[in-house]
């Protein structure tokens, strides 16, 4: 196997004998067959959909078997190599569509390679072996390592973004354009040659593509479940029986809502889900009573010692303690070996592996933090803060937000807001917050000075204020008292600091190492262009952005 396409891939240039993630190599070779087969079906649809050829199964699909290669997602053999088998059917049905649309007419279609005609075995075991055929090793031999790594950035934006499309998806957003890109990049990806520019704009392209699909996902969970309120979230136990929801899916946890009302069972998020508190269709139901643990890396721990239920949704997920297999549950794209898989039609499945669990026994001493602080709920008070600003009571705004995990040096981010000065804001999404968010922070004229944005699928928000108070200030967001400081870890974060490159977001920190399959000359030249940075050590990077 080769794996570098999370922040924590080994000594900092990948994994090849075992996932840091706990990915196994069969299942590194099956995702990698699973990426070859999805640049197949893209080969043959960026050529249907020229002739209004499209099929909504197809692209579904496509979604979910590039949200199952992200990180942390699914690593069970068989389910990977059963999405392989699926996509060769997918692969064979649009191509026989393109076909039959050059024959009405009357024109020859393309004569395509690679992916398009690759023969796929069917056998479990020996497609692990052709995975081993089409790994980015190979195609780096190829075309060099420069156009290798800007093939790589695209495509793992692109995993990204199928990841926030699959979510607005569920709710029933979707947007022809996405497919359209996706599909489009894929082939270009695929062709014998390419040049550096070319694959240069293509990434940021994604970066385009992917705003809509934030901004697509950002519609669908507001209204499907309101716009975010500033809301208190009990953090520690109540007690009684507790099922504990992680992962991002908002319609999920909806289910287990409905489905334990009145049953007595108390249900918690973790991680990511924290900010779904603040949704009010959400926040409405009494025995939502709080958020349990911190951010995915320590799970394990967390839900060891958690006494009820536990259902994994999308992905952060890791290898379950044998102390826990048996009451924890996967749906959706998730799926580890010997860990059941759950419709959403089977969460009583769920609800009656909490209901044999002892629960927590008493409540503990009550704490709350605040979270819903959505683009709506922000620029509700945008002329307070505005007012604040041009009084010199706000002299600066932090971003201090991102992935987390487990690998040394993320303990910057805690340093850096504990840092930063009284008279400014810190601004955060995703579960790099909880390096930092239990702690007090206090407030700027009524104001709290830690603003809970959301998940990392919210980043959209965190976007549309800085936008707005650039325009507010009649100046853009690159001339703002704004330093964005971002922790990243897996696809997801990548599509998001490529949508901020496309916006031309300059001055960004990004750690705590930049990505393995960013190539020096590659790093010189979003450099040059965006002025990146790698953090440094909190105390120089504060008088640097403070200067």
């Not at 349990?292 to 290898?319: H, S, V």
């Amino acid at each position: 196997m080769y794996c570098w396409q999370c922040e924590q891939t080994a000594k900092g240039t990948g994994c090849t004998a075992f996932g840091v993630c706990g990915k196994d190599p069969d299942t590194a070779q099956l995702q990698d067959l699973l990426v070859h087969v999805t640049k197949g079906i893209s080969m043959y649809a960026t050529r249907a959909w020229e002739m209004g050829v499209k099929d909504d199964k197809v692209n579904h699909f496509v979604l979910e078997a590039l949200f199952t290669t992200v990180t942390n997602v699914n690593f069970d053999v068989e389910r990977v190599a059963s999405l392989v088998r699926a996509g060769v059917k997918a692969r064979e049905k649009i191509r026989t569509a393109y076909e039959a649309a050059c024959n009405d007419r009357g024109v020859e279609p393309d004569t395509l390679y690679g992916p398009a005609v690759y023969e796929f075995a069917t056998d479990t075991n020996d497609m692990v072996r052709q995975g081993d055929e089409v790994n980015f090793e190979n195609r780096f031999s190829n075309i060099g390592k420069d156009a290798t790594a800007l093939q790589e950035l695209t495509l793992y934006g692109i995993k990204g973004m199928a990841a926030y499309a699959d979510h607005a998806l569920i709710l029933g957003k979707e947007d022809e354009q996405i497919y359209e890109y996706i599909y489009r990049a894929l082939d270009v990806i695929c062709r014998p040659e390419q040049s550096v520019e070319e694959l240069l704009g293509l990434a940021l392209e994604c970066g385009k593509v992917n705003l809509r699909t934030m901004e697509l996902l950002d519609e669908a969970n507001t209204e499907t479940y309101g716009h975010p309120v500033p809301t208190e979230v009990r953090v520690t136990p109540v007690k009684g029986k507790c099922i504990l929801v992680s992962g991002h899916d908002l319609k999920d946890l909806e289910e287990i809502l409905t489905l334990t009302e009145g049953t007595g069972i108390n249900v918690y998020t973790h991680g990511e889900m924290l900010p779904c508190h603040g949704y009010p269709e959400l926040n409405k139901y009494p025995h939502l009573v709080g958020n349990y643990g911190g951010a995915w890396q320590d799970q394990r721990k967390e839900f060891d010692e958690f006494p009820g239920a536990i259902l994994m949704t999308t992905n952060c997920i890791q290898k379950p303690a044998e102390s826990y297999k048996g009451r924890i549950f996967t749906t959706g794209l998730v799926a580890w070996p010997g860990v059941e898989h759950v419709t959403r039609d089977e969460f009583d499945k769920v609800v009656d592996a909490a209901k044999q669990e002892e629960g927590f026994a008493a409540d503990a001493q009550e704490h709350k933090i605040m979270v819903g602080f959505g683009h709506n709920a922000v620029l509700g008070v945008a002329d307070k803060v505005i007012d604040a600003v041009k009084g010199g009571d706000i002299r600066h705004f932090f971003l201090i937000g991102g992935c987390d995990g487990a690998k040394t040096g993320r303990n910057y981010y805690t340093e850096l807001a504990q840092m930063v000065p009284d008279d400014c804001m810190i601004l955060t999404l995703a579960c790099g917050k909880y390096r930092f968010n239990k702690m007090e922070f206090g407030d700027i004229g009524g104001i709290p000075r830690l603003l809970d944005i959301g998940q990392c699928n919210d980043a959209y928000s965190a976007i549309k204020i800085a936008t707005a108070l650039a325009d507010a200030f009649d100046t853009d967001v690159n001339s703002l008292p704004l330093s964005l400081v971002i922790s990243w870890y897996e696809q997801k974060a990548v599509c998001i600091l490529l949508t901020l490159l496309y916006l031309g977001i300059k001055d960004m920190r990004l750690g705590p190492t930049l990505p393995a399959f960013v190539t020096p000359d590659i790093l010189d030249v979003l450099v040059e262009k965006f002025d990146i940075k790698p953090i440094s050590s909190a105390t120089e990077d504060l008088k640097t952005m403070l200067a």
